[in-house]
């Protein structure tokens, strides 16, 4: 069964870095796309980052630009996002996910992972 596990939130102070990374239980083809996405407390789940698996193609949420990167390992499998200079309006639980389509839309996604907690504190 296919699986994205994400990890390495947690809380931090306002301007500190985190590092997510997000790891598929299969070789990701060519062809796809991943994404991140969050989700703050009792907000709609938005676009985040996306990253194009085969050239490294990227795209950013305006909210982020300039203090996130997202950035892949091929031969793991893996997608990373480190997050520099974090707001309190980063909190949230953050999810990756994999779809075929250079979309910051979260229908364009099938697979998705479980999500983990980022807490950004004052």
């Known amino acids: 069964q296919a699986q994205l596990v994400e990890s390495g939130g947690g809380s931090v102070q306002a301007g500190d870095s985190l590092r997510l990374s997000c790891a598929a239980s299969?070789?990701?083809?060519?062809?796809?796309?991943v994404g991140w996405f969050r989700q703050a407390p009792g907000k709609e789940r938005e676009f985040v980052a996306l990253?194009?698996?085969?050239?490294?193609?990227?795209l950013y949420a305006d909210s982020v630009k300039g203090r996130f990167t997202i950035s892949k390992r091929n031969s793991e499998n893996t997608v990373f996002l480190q997050m520099n200079f974090l707001k309190q309006e980063d909190t949230g639980v953050y999810y990756c996910?994999?779809?075929?389509?250079?979309?910051?839309?979260?229908?364009?996604?099938?697979?998705w992972g479980q999500g983990t907690q980022v807490t950004v504190v004052s």
């Open positions: 990253i194009r698996w085969h050239s490294g193609t990227t």
């Open positions: 299969w070789r990701i083809y060519s062809s796809s796309v």
């Open positions: 996910a994999v779809g075929s389509q250079y979309s910051s839309a979260q229908s364009s996604y099938r697979t």
